[in-house]
């Protein structure tokens, strides 16, 4: 419990500084505001993982009473029983074995307490962060949904932004009937949509552009999932959303800046504003930017827009660098300074003394460590809510040996079959958008036609002429057939790694798998020479199970020589490991019988006559 109040007054403390500093810079540039903010929402961030790598420093234990509690002595001792005699082992009474289960039994009710603290915490956690990724994945489906944009004044327009901004990476123009208003979204791929009322007004087509590739230059994408995944974590802040919140604001301001730096009519753009404002997408904006305002923004900006005393001026380096030094600075110690409940000091000093001239006996039990960051604790908290639902809806059931490994012998390979499935629908989808781009142009201008809108979804001749020289069944491929595999990121480096380590004559199902469950060269090649033998099917069943080499490589230092894939996938299904195959010594020899002094060999009534 006290984990997560210390997180907590960490939390509050860099959000309040964030925001008090945002509030001493309100006649500074919105850019440089803007990076104070997403430095603040970073610090928020590195102070929930950073106790994955950083020591605690026990020397700057903070007490506080008042919030965590207070220990005291009785809470802190540990029970424990003596071994018995040999004169009392046969002799305990009923009453000792009772006293003897409390302990335990305090324990279990401390265990379930944290657990269902953590699981309070976790749970709202995880369900913010899958929002998010559901947010993703609708991105992902509105681009393979969408169209190419070819027209010429808006390709000109990107070009002019782009030269403006000294931005020399590609941006993808898209249009959908899906949308309401343009968003912009990606790093090293970026996009840009348009609605359809957008193209059709393409008198407005430099201050959207503008906008948006803005986003697109300050890498506010990664800044927008920046302040996702520390709303998540820290969801029970609300300086956190403040500062989330005023960050968003500032990132739209600083592109709007851009605009007006783009000799945009400073009127004529906050009209723009105006007429867009009424078709915000706040679905999609969970992962992406918009030129549509919110509604509570959009007064804001207009009047931001208008007022020509504004500063609109960039972030300098050395400012940048500055806050950002500074914020790791803060981030850091925070993240490894231990906050620890009142009295903590005292009743380890009294159990000390209690336990001088005592000879120390073993406890009952070894009390599991609390862990200290966000991770493992949304990860602990999410197990133990799904184990207690599942142990209120489902009756308790004894599985034999047998029973339980099958079961998790066909999980594991259903899981495989599913990640399988899913890389190969998502092929199939990408060539099938690919196709049909092609399919829609008139006969006489196809091949032209085809070879812009396969460059536009990054298939280029270079692409195709090297995946084609892997392999003899990737050389009768179309350049069609080529997209779904860089849809999933198949590259011709891969694909040569995973021919050279065995598999000259791959084809497009191979790659597609291999890269969609993570199957590398380097992966085929050390499970191999660990002795495994099976085909491109056998070692994506292997990676997507989640089958290491060094698994198998250590049942091979055990003596164990395991050349079925099934078998290993059984025998990783079930855990089994190196120690658990290692055969019992065998039983030492009887020792003789030795005959009594009166023994008699002619009445002996053990000897059953066999001399």
Not at 19 to 27: D, F
Not at 233 to 250: I, K, M, S, Y
Not at 428 to 443: G, K, Q, W
Request: with cysteine.
């Amino acid at each position: 419990m006290h984990v997560l109040v210390a997180i907590a007054l960490k939390s509050l403390l860099i959000a309040g500084v964030s925001l008090g500093l945002l509030e001493l810079m309100k006649r500074r540039s919105a850019a440089e505001r803007s990076w104070v903010a997403h430095m603040g929402l970073l610090a928020l961030v590195t102070l929930a993982f950073a106790p994955l790598v950083l020591p605690s420093w026990t020397s700057w234990t903070v007490e506080a009473p008042a919030l965590l509690g207070q220990v005291t002595t009785a809470q802190t001792e540990v029970p424990t029983i003596a071994a018995p005699t040999n004169a009392t082992s046969a002799s305990l009474p009923a009453a000792n074995a009772k006293t003897a289960t409390l302990p335990q039994q305090a324990r279990r009710l401390r265990v379930n307490a944290t657990s269902a603290t953590m699981a309070l915490y976790a749970v709202p956690a995880a369900i913010l962060l899958f929002i998010t990724l559901l947010a993703l994945g609708r991105l992902i489906t509105l681009r393979a949904r969408a169209d190419v944009l070819v027209d010429g004044h808006w390709l000109s327009a990107l070009a002019r932004a782009q030269r403006r901004m000294g931005f020399k990476h590609g941006t993808a123009l898209l249009t959908s009937d899906e949308l309401s208003s343009p968003i912009s979204w990606g790093l090293m791929r970026p996009v840009i949509v348009l609605n359809t009322r957008a193209v059709e007004a393409s008198s407005e087509a430099e201050a959207i552009i503008a906008h948006e590739l803005a986003h697109v230059a300050r890498m506010d994408w990664v800044k927008l999932l920046l302040a996702r995944v520390a709303t998540a974590l820290f969801w029970f802040n609300p300086l956190v959303w403040l500062l989330a919140r005023e960050a968003h604001q500032l990132r739209e301001e600083t592109a709007d800046d851009a605009v007006l730096a783009a000799d945009i009519v400073d009127t004529d753009y906050a009209q723009l504003l105006v007429g867009v404002a009424r078709h915000e997408c706040p679905g999609l904006l969970l992962g992406a930017h918009g030129v549509a305002p919110s509604k509570g923004s959009l007064a804001r900006r207009v009047a931001r827009v208008l007022d020509g005393k504004s500063v609109r001026g960039p972030v300098a380096r050395s400012f940048a660098l500055g806050v950002l030094v500074g914020a790791v600075l803060i981030a850091a110690p925070l993240a490894a300074l231990t906050v620890a409940p009142g009295g903590s000091k005292e009743a380890a000093s009294s159990n000390s003394a209690k336990s001088k001239g005592k000879t120390t006996q073993a406890p009952y039990y070894s009390p599991a460590p609390v862990p200290n960051d966000l991770a493992h604790i949304i990860a602990n908290g999410v197990s133990t809510s799904v184990a207690a639902a599942v142990a209120a809806t489902v009756p308790t059931q004894k599985m034999t040996a047998q029973e339980a490994r099958a079961a998790a012998v066909a999980n594991a390979l259903a899981a495989a079959d599913n990640a399988r499935e899913t890389a190969l629908a998502q092929a199939d989808r990408a060539t099938d958008h690919a196709r049909s781009i092609v399919r829609a142009y008139e006969p006489d201008d196809r091949q032209i036609d085809a070879i812009i809108e396969m460059k536009a979804v990054g298939v280029t001749p270079d692409y195709v002429s090297a995946m084609r020289a892997v392999s003899p069944k990737l050389a009768r491929l179309t350049p069609s057939d080529f997209a779904g595999m860089k849809s999933v990121g198949v590259t011709p480096e891969f694909a040569r790694s995973l021919a050279s380590a065995g598999f000259p004559a791959i084809d497009e199902d191979e790659l597609t798998e291999a890269r969609a469950v993570g199957v590398t060269g380097d992966y085929v090649r050390a499970l191999r020479s660990a002795g495994v033998a099976g085909d491109m099917d056998d070692f994506v069943q292997l990676r997507a199970v989640g089958v290491k080499p060094e698994y198998v490589q250590q049942l091979r230092r055990s003596g164990y020589v395991i050349r079925d894939p099934d078998k290993l996938v059984e025998l990783w299904a079930v855990g089994v490991g190196p120690r658990d195959l290692v055969p019992a010594p065998p039983a030492p020899p009887r020792p003789p019988r030795v005959p009594p002094a009166n023994w008699d060999p002619v009445n002996d009534p053990d000897d059953d006559g066999g001399g």
